[in-house]
């Protein structure tokens, strides 16, 4: 079973809300990751926690703030977003390996994100 | 540090047969390939982890030439299923404090296979 799954599905938000982003696995994944993509654009790495510890911030804007409950859950809380943060958000996860290759990622269904 | 795919997109009529290049200018550890459906997220199709390995399933197969940091995806006698956008991927290897590899990923092919 590789499912990663992801809610809500679709988010719109003002400007000056405060929202969140779910993401859970039950594959025993050590590795979760944040993803954006923008339409017809690659995913882009946002964040990955490895261990529940966050390793890698790809220089995001505070205004994204990922949390890991534990090692099944990721969050990705959400503030004062700009109409150009609208995007797909997908989470992943993969068994973590460090140092060397061959840590396969699997995907979410993703949370489709409109700022208004 | 992004790989470059080629070709950008491609329109193949049922049963064409396909190429789909992946190239980058940093040495590769690896090579996973992913193909997107529209609205929908990225599937995981393989990996490749040794300069000259080949895998394949079904009738989409890859290659990996480790020394000209390039992987080719190869589809065959394709199918309206195999619709959709092509990545590759490169593993960036993390030596430091615990972190995981992170994946980066190509530019993307956009296959339209028409009956």
């Known amino acids: 079973d590789t499912e990663v799954t992801q809610t809500p599905k ?3 938000m003002g400007m000056t809300n405060k929202k969140s982003l779910k993401c859970e696995q039950h594959m025993g994944h050590r590795a979760m990751y944040w993803y954006k993509q923008k339409a017809k654009k690659p995913p882009e790495l946002m964040f990955v926690y490895s ?3 966050l390793s890698i911030n ?3 804007p505070s205004r994204f703030s990922p949390e ?3 090692s099944s859950l990721l969050n990705l809380h959400l503030h004062a977003l700009q109409p150009e943060d609208s995007a797909l958000y997908l989470c992943a996860s993969s068994q973590g390996r460090q140092g060397k290759a061959g840590n396969t990622i699997y995907f979410g269904e993703g949370s489709w ?3 208004v | 540090q992004q790989p470059v795919q080629s070709p950008q997109a ?4 049922e049963g064409e047969d396909a190429v789909i290049n992946c190239s980058s200018s940093k040495a590769l550890y690896s090579v996973h390939w992913y ?3 529209h609205g929908e997220a990225p599937v995981f199709l393989m990996i490749l982890l040794k300069g000259g390995e080949q895998k394949g399933h079904d009738k989409i197969s ?3 030439n480790e020394k000209k940091q390039q992987s080719s995806l190869y589809l065959t006698a394709s199918q309206l299923s195999y619709s959709g956008t092509y990545f590759c991927g490169t593993e960036v290897i993390m030596n430091y404090g615990g972190a995981t590899n992170k994946l980066i990923f190509g530019t993307g092919t956009l296959l339209a296979v028409q009956p």
């Open chain 1, 58 to 60: 790809e220089s995001v």
């Open chain 1, 51 to 53: 261990y529940e510890k």
């Open chain 1, 68 to 70: 890991c409950p534990n």
């Open chain 2, 62 to 64: 890859a290659s990996f």
């Open chain 1, 10 to 12: 679709h988010l719109v």
């Open chain 2, 35 to 37: 193909r997107q459906k």
């Open chain 2, 10 to 13: 491609v329109i193949l009529r």
């Open chain 1, 113 to 115: 994100l409109t700022v």
